[in-house]
């Protein structure tokens, strides 16, 4: 199927939403049109067509923890979810990816098992800040920092120090450091291992909005693209958005579990929802969607982050031991729709923030996040009226422990297009991305 049309009364582009055609040639987007020859086939559909997502914070945890997920599962379950393009975290896999051996190994470990397409980022520990030109040259999209404990010993947080240093030579090849902006500082200890209230209170909006401050100064000071991931707490907003109006180089990002749950929801005992920096309050949580709307937050991932099921201490309900992390990727469309469109928001609105700032963020606009002439046919079949409950047997991520299971979601992925080839889940046609203008790894 070299050329063929979709045709939608809903076709979410960058100049807005229209009715009409999208015509495919080759894997790509030939254009957006009113009417196509007769002789092309199309495929008519009574549902929107949207950008593929490009979602740029995803733990594959491959090689080295293939039982947490494996890019075999998580691309499947991305395919399902209207995902065309993920960007794989340096952690959790062992080795980690700090240095070029890692990133080829990494790379190996793909083979045969992509569903999507999949980049990755770099890794920036204590011991590497000098050498992260081999890891870009070798065409990283990004490079991962944590200002805190990553959670395991191989990845260790990068001081100030260390960002001072590396900083500047991101900003020569215009590369984003990605931040886990935490920085720690006196918090309540936790008494009581299952309240989750006390959980809330040990890792305090506090920690965050020191360690945004902190990078926010760097980002002014060497002119490196600053992107904070999975921002949690509304305090610092004002902050983000008076450095923003300076025109520096800082984007941000939050998650659908900050945007979908509150704390006052969240039981004790329930460490499905742990996660760090932690689901804050309702009240917290308003302000983060107000945030999308002002374009203080510029766009959203899903920081799937999945281990094996005993590691979660559901029998035990300790957030203290219990491993942090939410797994939700094959539902972010629904997700964030479900909440989008009590708020008023668009589609139009989830494509920016789920699909064409993302490819912006790590340079593959241009090829992806965007239904226009040029770009990588990378669609995806949408009924934004559709209602469904989640089971979550039926997820395709590995382990099937998420806080989703049970709920009442709004928006269904009908089909997912990559490159102009509709994924059936049998084919591995996934490829690697890398920067563009880097040389391959050998």
């Not at 975290?89 to 980690?96: D, F």
């Not at 080829?104 to 083979?111: L, P, V």
């Not at 944590?146 to 900003?171: K, W």
């Not at 923030?353 to 002439?373: E, H, S, Y």
Request: aromatic residues 6%.
């Amino acid at each position: 199927m070299n050329t063929f049309a979709i045709k939608s009364p809903l076709i979410v582009t960058p100049h807005g939403t229209r009715a009409g055609f999208v015509l495919v040639r080759d894997g790509v987007i030939a254009g957006v049109l009113n009417e196509v020859p007769a002789d092309v086939l199309v495929i008519d559909t009574p549902h929107a067509v949207l950008p593929g997502a490009v979602d740029v914070h995803v733990h594959c945890n491959e090689p080295g923890r293939t039982e947490w997920e494996g890019f075999e599962t998580a691309t499947r379950a991305a395919a399902a979810g209207g995902i065309t393009t993920i960007v794989d975290m340096p952690l959790n896999s062992s080795p980690v990816t700090t240095t070029l051996a890692a990133l080829r190994e990494k790379i190996a470990a793909t083979q045969s098992k992509l569903h999507v397409d999949v980049g990755f980022h770099g890794g920036l520990v204590p011991g590497n800040e000098t050498r992260l030109d081999e890891l870009i040259e070798a065409g990283v999209l990004g490079v991962k920092a944590f200002l805190c404990h990553s959670g395991i010993d191989e990845f260790p947080n990068a001081t100030e120090r260390e960002l001072r240093i590396a900083m500047p030579t991101l900003a020569a090849h215009s590369v984003p450091l990605l931040a886990h902006a935490e920085l720690v500082g006196d918090a309540p200890r936790q008494t009581d291992v299952r309240s989750y209230r006390q959980y809330l209170a040990s890792r305090p909006r506090a920690w965050e909005n020191a360690a945004v401050r902190l990078l926010v100064d760097l980002c002014r000071k060497t002119d490196c693209p600053t992107h904070i991931v999975h921002l949690s707490s509304s305090d610092v907003l004002e902050e983000l958005a008076a450095a923003r109006s300076e025109g520096l180089p800082l984007t941000v990002e939050t998650c659908p579990h900050y945007l979908f749950f509150s704390a006052e929801e969240i039981r004790d005992g329930d460490t499905r929802f742990k996660c760090a920096p932690p689901i804050r309050e309702a009240e917290n949580r308003e302000k983060l969607w107000a945030a999308l709307r002002d374009g203080t937050i510029d766009t959203i991932a899903s920081d799937h982050s999945p281990c094996e099921p005993s590691l979660k201490l559901l029998d035990q309900g300790d957030f203290t031991r219990a491993w942090g992390g939410i797994s939700s990727l094959q539902l972010g469309w629904s997700i964030i729709w479900t909440g989008a469109s009590q708020r008023g928001f668009t589609l139009n609105d989830l494509a920016l923030w789920m699909a064409t700032r993302p490819a912006r963020l790590v340079a593959l606009d241009g090829r992806k996040g965007a239904i226009q002439a040029g770009y990588d046919a990378d669609l995806v079949i949408f009924d934004p009226d559709a209602d469904f409950v989640v089971d979550a047997s039926k997820l395709h991520h590995r382990h099937k422990v998420t806080p989703y299971d049970g709920v009442q979601l709004k928006g269904r992925v009908i089909e997912t297009y990559l490159r102009g080839r509709r994924i059936d889940g049998q084919r591995a046609q996934g490829q690697i991305v890398l920067r563009p203008k880097e040389r391959e790894v050998e």
